[in-house]
T-cell receptor
């Protein structure tokens, strides 16, 4: 499968714990995006990378969230000190570099914070 | 920043009828407008997109129209089939990364 992959697919954690998610983009894609999606809503932009550079972060992104893409390939999203409000689907997408390029989504990681 | 409004939030049609979903956006700099379909428990998948230098685009039973002056764009699905049942999201991109609408849940009744 040459599409975007994400691991784990599901994560249940207790409030206060740290969690880390991984995204493997389509290999030729320069850009990698992270989104959060809650029930009944569209994906909400969190941050994106062009190669290894993190170019933009949403103002809504708490300091507890950090993302990396150290070698310009896979990316990790870490949430520290999780809160119940962090429960959501975390989606990763990738695309080529030019504006207006199609973003291809991964299957997502569903996080439940108890 | 960009704001995308999508209507209706739910839509039920009889199989074979047409479905229309409408979106408006606020940022006149937006120039790329994709539509995604998301089935229950699955990832969003692009079904069609349009760029600001085009007013209409069609792909078999699906078409999208764009009115840049009015800042709105619409998805048209003709001859709907039960497998068209899903949540559809519009989005806009320009100076900001993709901003999505809240989605339309389409139910096609056989």
């Amino acid at each position: 499968d040459t599409g975007v992959s994400q691991n784990p697919r599901h994560k249940i954690t207790k409030r206060g714990q740290n969690v880390t998610f991984r995204c493997d983009p389509i290999s030729e894609h320069n850009r990698l995006y992270w989104y959060r999606q809650t029930l009944g809503q569209g994906p909400e932009f969190l941050t994106y990378f062009q190669n290894e550079a993190q170019l933009e972060k949403s103002r809504l992104l708490s300091d507890r969230f950090s993302a990396e893409r150290p070698k310009g390939s896979f990316s990790t999203l870490e949430i520290q000190r999780t809160e119940q409000g962090d429960s959501a689907m975390y989606l990763c997408a990738s695309s080529f570099m030019n504006p207006g390029e199609t973003q291809y989504f991964g299957p997502g990681t569903r996080l439940l914070v108890l | 920043g960009e704001n995308v409004e999508q209507h209706p939030s739910t839509l039920s049609v009889q199989e074979g009828d047409s479905a229309v979903i409408k979106c408006t956006y606020s940022d006149s700099a937006s120039n790329y407008f994709p539509w995604y379909k998301q089935e229950l428990g699955k990832r969003p998948q692009l079904i069609i997109d349009i760029r600001s230098n085009v007013g209409e685009k069609k792909d078999q039973r699906i078409a999208v129209t764009l009115n840049k002056t009015a800042k709105h764009f619409s998805l048209h699905i003709t001859e709907t089939q039960p497998e068209d049942s899903a949540v559809y999201f519009c989005a806009a991109e320009g100076n900001t990364p993709l901003v999505f609408g809240k989605g339309t849940r389409l139910s096609v009744i056989a």
